[in-house]
Nanobody, 124 residues
């Protein structure tokens, strides 16, 4: 079993940067790919990006490509979401989630373990 906890959210101005962290606990973290999702008020949760088990491959939704970067440090059981050039439409609660699938999964039902979420607000 894997437990996840996000941190690093906050208020940032448009064009700014923020790095979210996802701390994992459990002996089998390296067996899981990790995805980031977000949910804005009144909207469905959407896929942001995903990193594979060893951190060698990342996949992003089109709206964040070139602005967001996912990385992981398996020695520290952590995954990171570096967000640059933030826009007001990036405002949402951001979640990290884990799946043991080796395929690229982009829907939330395909992820087994979830963190509680962290709020990111992009505003002047």
């Amino acid at each position: 079993q894997v437990q996840l906890m996000e941190s690093g959210g906050g208020l940032v101005q448009p064009g700014g940067s923020l790095t979210l962290s996802c701390a994992a606990s459990g002996p089998t973290f390296t067996n899981y790919a990790v995805g980031w999702f977000r949910q804005a008020p009144g909207k469905e949760r959407e896929f942001v990006g995903r990193i594979d088990r060893n951190g060698g491959t990342q996949y992003y939704t089109q709206s964040v490509k070139g602005r967001f970067t996912i990385s992981r440090d398996n020695a520290k059981n952590a995954v990171f979401l570096q967000m640059n050039s933030l826009k007001p439409e990036d405002t949402a609660v951001y979640y990290c989630a884990a799946t043991n699938s080796i395929l690229v999964r982009t829907t939330d039902r395909e992820y087994t373990y979830w963190g509680q979420g962290t709020q990111v607000t992009v505003s002047r």
